[in-house]
Every structure is written in structure tokens, then in C-alpha cells.
């Protein structure tokens, strides 16, 4: 008689990170919009460096809620 081999659980791989990146991500956008901010008002700094860095907290902000979204409709699984 064979042995009855269980059923493999899908890998959990490290991009996968859930809900656990929400915050994380969220603390990113508030950093990367105040300093952004602060370097466009700053009158010494270059403020093609500030809407870069807005653009970065735009990105990342877009991404949060795209995170958010795909957890709420349980496309993503944490």
C-alpha cells in the first residue's frame, strides 16, 4: 500500500508580505510627502528633488490603496 501524500500548501513567498506592508507603506507616504513638501518650500533645495519625491509618495500611495483593495475583496490573502 503507498503512502497517501497530504496535499502541498502553496509557498509563501517573501514579496507576499499582506497586510503587514500597509502600514509600512503608509508611514512611506507620509515621509516621502512631508519631505517632499519640506524640500519644495525650502528656498536653498532644488524643487525638482521635492516633486520627485511627491511623486514617489504618489506612487506609493496609489500602490497602498491598490494593497488595501485587493485585501478587501480577498484577491490577496495575509
Known amino acids: 500500500m503507498a ?3 497530504s ?3 502553496p509557498e509563501e513567498t ?3 508580505l ?5 502600514p509600512v507603506e503608509l508611514l ?19 524643487t525638482v528633488l ?5 511623486v514617489i509618495g504618489a506612487a506609493l500611495l496609489i500602490d497602498v490603496s491598490r494593497r488595501i ?5 480577498g484577491r ?3
Open 28 to 46: 512611506g507616504v507620509v515621509a516621502a510627502t512631508s519631505a517632499g513638501v519640506l524640500t519644495v518650500m525650502a528656498p536653498d533645495q532644488s
Open 3 to 5: 503512502p497517501q501524500s
Open 14 to 16: 517573501p514579496g507576499r
Open 76 to 78: 490577496e490573502h495575509y
Open 18 to 22: 499582506g497586510f503587514f506592508a500597509v
Open 7 to 9: 496535499p502541498e500548501e
Open 69 to 73: 483593495w485587493r485585501l478587501a475583496t
Open 50 to 54: 521635492g516633486i520627485i519625491i511627491l
